[in-house]
C-alpha cells in the first residue's frame, strides 16, 4: 500500500513529489513542488511550481499559492470568518449555506512552522511569516511579519 489519497480529479504538474498520507482532493499542484506526510489539499486549491508543503498543514478551498513559495510544519488555512456547525433552521450546513471565502500567498514567501492564515488574507511577494503567527490582516511584498495577531516587523531589506 502507498498510504496515498489523490483523487482522480487533481492535476499535478511534472515532477511533482507527493509523500505517503496525504489528502489531495479536486486541487492543482504546479510542476516540482513537494508535498509532505499529513498534508490535506482540498478542491479548488492551487499550489503554484517549486513550492515546498512541509508535513501536517491544511490547504483548503479558496486558498492560492503562488510558484516558489515555502509552507512550513502544521501551517492551517481559514476560508470561513464566521464558521457555522447549522444554517438558521438547525440543520447541518451544507455548501449552499455559506460562501468560500479566499486567500493569496503571493510568489516567494515563505510561512513558518504553526502559523494560521485567516480568510481574506493576501501575503505579498517574498514576505515572510514568523512561526506561530496568526495572520488576521494583508501582509505587504517584503514585509517580516511575527506574533498573534502577526504584526509588521520591518522590511527584508531594512537592517536590524
Not at 444554517?87 to 513558518?112: C, F, H, M, R, Y
Request: include cysteine; glycine fraction near 10%.
Amino acid at each position: 500500500m502507498s498510504y496515498l489519497c489523490v483523487a482522480d480529479d487533481v492535476k499535478l504538474g511534472k515532477n511533482v513529489k507527493l509523500t505517503k498520507f496525504i489528502n489531495l482532493y479536486g486541487c492543482e499542484i504546479g510542476d516540482n513542488t513537494k508535498i509532505g506526510t499529513f498534508v490535506e489539499v482540498q478542491k479548488n486549491a492551487k499550489i503554484g511550481k517549486n513550492c515546498k508543503i512541509s508535513s501536517h498543514t491544511f490547504i483548503c478551498e479558496g486558498v492560492t499559492i503562488e510558484d516558489d513559495v515555502f509552507i512550513g510544519h502544521g501551517v492551517i488555512f481559514v476560508n470561513d470568518t464566521y464558521p457555522r456547525a447549522v444554517n438558521p433552521e438547525g440543520a447541518l450546513q451544507t455548501e449552499s449555506d455559506w460562501k468560500v471565502e479566499k486567500t493569496l500567498v503571493g510568489k516567494g514567501s515563505s510561512i513558518g512552522s504553526g502559523a494560521t492564515i485567516l480568510a481574506n488574507v493576501t501575503i505579498g511577494e517574498r514576505a515572510i511569516i514568523g512561526a506561530g503567527a496568526v495572520v488576521t490582516k494583508d501582509v505587504p511584498p517584503d514585509a517580516i511579519v511575527a506574533g498573534n495577531p502577526s504584526k509588521f516587523l520591518r522590511l527584508i531589506n531594512e537592517k536590524r
